[in-house]
């Protein structure tokens, strides 16, 4: 079982930043991938920014289109923590921020609580 506790989000202005933070705690893999998705009301949950860490994949990083140069993922693997820089908000990133937990090579993975993040106009 893994747990994942996520701290950050609240209500910012457009144009400005927040910073995302995720700690998982319990059975964690060394290889392992950790991603942010999101989910704005009645729309599909879509991935925001995903980091690996482990064998080769070490720190790769994967960005959804929508935040490319605006968002930066980043882990602390001594904490297992991973971090999502958010700036140059617009309203159209209001919505409910969820941190993921995988083992690579597993198919269970594991979701946190989720984080509100609301720009405003």
């Known amino acids: 079982q893994v747990q994942l506790v996520e701290s950050g989000g609240g209500l910012v202005q457009a144009g400005g930043s927040l910073r995302l933070s995720c700690t998982a705690s319990?059975?964690?893999?060394?290889?392992?991938?950790m991603t942010w998705y999101r989910q704005a009301p009645g729309k599909q949950r879509e991935l925001v920014a995903a980091?690996?860490?482990?064998?080769?994949?070490?720190?790769?990083?994967l960005y959804g289109d929508s935040v490319k140069g605006r968002f930066a993922i980043s882990r602390d693997n001594a904490k297992n923590t991973v971090s999502l820089q958010m700036t140059h908000l617009n309203p159209a990133d209001t919505a409910v921020y969820y941190c993921?937990?995988?083992?690579?090579?597993?198919?269970?993975?594991?979701w946190g609580q989720g984080t509100q993040v609301t720009v405003s106009s």
């Open positions: 993921n937990y995988a083992a690579l090579g597993s198919a269970i993975d594991y």
């Open positions: 319990g059975s964690i893999f060394s290889h392992n991938a």
């Open positions: 980091i690996t860490t482990g064998s080769s994949t070490d720190g790769s990083t």
